[in-house]
């Protein structure tokens, strides 16, 4: 028998890095429809909130209270927007929490007696913001420190510094510095519209370009990344930048509102800002989220806050309403990441 009449067998090429990447982005899919269901569940318990409150509580749904509930809430998630990105990509930002309040001493600073008008005073905020976060981005992804212990370092590195610039006391703003915070159409504060704006570029960012498609792959799994030819240190990078420069422009906002700056005005928002995001259907081990589930747990803080403020409730047990939903969310979203993966 002649040897050329025996089976010829094919060697199978090799794994290529684009052969890696549809598997990966179909997990992408497999988390965004796990977050979907989670949302509607917030969804109908923001609605069943609501009608709670609005049974209990009077002027719950008047005008004017909803106006400060969206008001209120729309500062927390510009915040949380950059929050939302970071978790997402599978890491945390502590660090919001010194921000806000450094990007509001350092406007106040700036602004103070006129030193600098108040557009250029804005983009120097908004670079301290970029320079906390690329400064945690610097010691995530190139000296791999874990998130936590980064970001918790930073916070209270922007923290001091902001105390240090107010010299312990309030800075007073001209009243040009507090624009922000004009009625705009219906009595609503520009700000307001600012977050909304920001809110719709976000989702439009991860919803339909590449870029929002990589953060979710980053997320999902760092090395699958890699391997799919993501620069997972340039996404890191990235969001954490980002989430500076959002949080030093809440900063901004707060000043804007009470024309005055103090190195603790909005060091809370850390808190508030995680609970929102993963209330809102983000998996603290990454890879799921998106900016309607964010803005719904920022509007369920907002209004629990709201209607305990109207039912008289004191403020420490709203600080323990708060922690219970953070810690249900949390639990919530590890049995859904368990779930999920063994299906």
Same mark, same amino acid.
């Given at each position: 028998?002649?040897?050329?009449?025996?089976?010829?067998?094919?060697?199978?090429?090799?794994?290529?890095?684009?052969?890696?990447?549809?598997?990966?982005?179909?997990?992408?899919?497999?988390?965004?429809?796990?977050?979907?269901?989670?949302?509607?569940?917030?969804?109908?318990?923001?609605?069943?909130?609501?009608?709670?409150?609005?049974?209990?509580?009077?002027?719950?749904?008047?005008?004017?209270?909803?106006?400060?509930?969206?008001?209120?809430?729309?500062?927390?998630?510009?915040?949380?927007?950059?929050?939302?990105?970071?978790?997402?990509?599978? =890491?945390?930002? %502590? !660090? #919001? $929490?010194?921000?806000?309040? /450094?990007?509001?001493? &350092?406007? @106040? +600073?700036?602004?103070? =007696?006129?030193? %600098? !008008? #108040? $557009?250029?005073?804005?983009? /120097?905020?908004?670079? &301290?913001? @970029? +320079?906390?976060?690329?400064?945690?981005?610097?010691?995530?992804?190139?000296?791999?420190?874990?998130?936590?212990?980064?970001?918790?370092?930073?916070?209270?590195?922007?923290?001091?510094?902001?105390?240090?610039?107010?010299?312990?006391?309030?800075?007073?703003?001209?009243?040009?510095?507090?624009?922000?915070?004009?009625?705009?159409?219906?009595?609503?504060?520009?700000?307001?519209?600012?977050?909304?704006?920001?809110?719709?570029?976000?989702?439009?960012?991860?919803?339909?370009?590449?870029?929002?498609?990589?953060?979710?792959?980053?997320?999902?799994?760092?090395?699958?990344?890699?391997?799919?030819?993501?620069?997972?240190?340039?996404?890191?990078?990235?969001?954490?930048?980002?989430?500076?420069?959002?949080?030093?422009?809440?900063?901004?906002?707060?000043?804007?509102?009470?024309?005055?700056?103090?190195?603790?005005?909005?060091?809370?928002?850390?808190?508030?800002?995680?609970?929102?995001?993963?209330?809102?259907?983000?998996?603290?081990?990454?890879?799921?989220?998106?900016?309607?589930?964010?803005?719904?747990?920022?509007?369920?803080?907002?209004?629990?806050?709201?209607?305990?403020?109207?039912?008289?409730?004191?403020?420490?047990?709203?600080?323990?309403?708060?922690?219970?939903?953070?810690?249900?969310?949390?639990?919530?979203?590890?049995?859904?990441?368990?779930?999920?993966?063994?299906?």
């Amino acid at each position: 028998m002649s040897k050329h009449n025996s089976a010829t067998v094919t060697p199978s090429p090799p794994a290529s890095h684009e052969s890696q990447a549809p598997r990966w982005f179909g997990l992408l899919a497999r988390g965004r429809r796990s977050r979907s269901m989670t949302t509607e569940g917030v969804l109908l318990f923001y609605i069943a909130l609501i009608i709670y409150f609005w049974t209990s509580a009077s002027h719950f749904m008047t005008y004017l209270n909803w106006v400060d509930i969206v008001s209120t809430a729309s500062v927390v998630l510009i915040v949380s927007l950059g929050q939302s990105l970071t978790i997402i990509s599978g =890491g945390f930002d %502590l !660090s #919001v $929490g010194g921000v806000v309040p /450094l990007g509001a001493v &350092v406007f @106040a +600073a700036l602004t103070h =007696g006129h030193t %600098l !008008s #108040v $557009g250029l005073s804005m983009i /120097l905020v908004v670079i &301290v913001g @970029a +320079a906390v976060g690329g400064l945690n981005a610097i010691v995530i992804a190139i000296f791999k420190v874990n998130p936590l212990i980064a970001t918790l370092g930073t916070l209270s590195a922007a923290g001091g510094i902001a105390f240090t610039i107010a010299k312990g006391v309030t800075i007073q703003l001209p009243a040009a510095a507090g624009f922000l915070a004009n009625n705009g159409p219906g009595g609503i504060p520009v700000y307001t519209f600012a977050a909304v704006g920001l809110s719709l570029i976000v989702y439009v960012v991860l919803a339909h370009t590449a870029y929002g498609r990589r953060i979710y792959v980053v997320g999902g799994n760092a090395e699958a990344a890699r391997v799919a030819g993501i620069s997972v240190t340039g996404v890191q990078f990235s969001v954490y930048m980002l989430s500076g420069i959002l949080a030093a422009f809440a900063g901004i906002v707060y000043a804007s509102q009470l024309l005055a700056a103090a190195g603790n005005v909005g060091s809370a928002l850390t808190l508030t800002s995680v609970a929102a995001v993963v209330l809102g259907g983000a998996a603290i081990t990454g890879g799921t989220g998106g900016v309607f589930g964010t803005t719904l747990g920022v509007l369920v803080l907002g209004t629990v806050a709201d209607g305990m403020n109207l039912m008289l409730v004191p403020a420490f047990y709203q600080q323990i309403v708060t922690g219970g939903i953070l810690l249900f969310a949390v639990s919530f979203s590890q049995m859904q990441g368990r779930f999920f993966k063994n299906r």
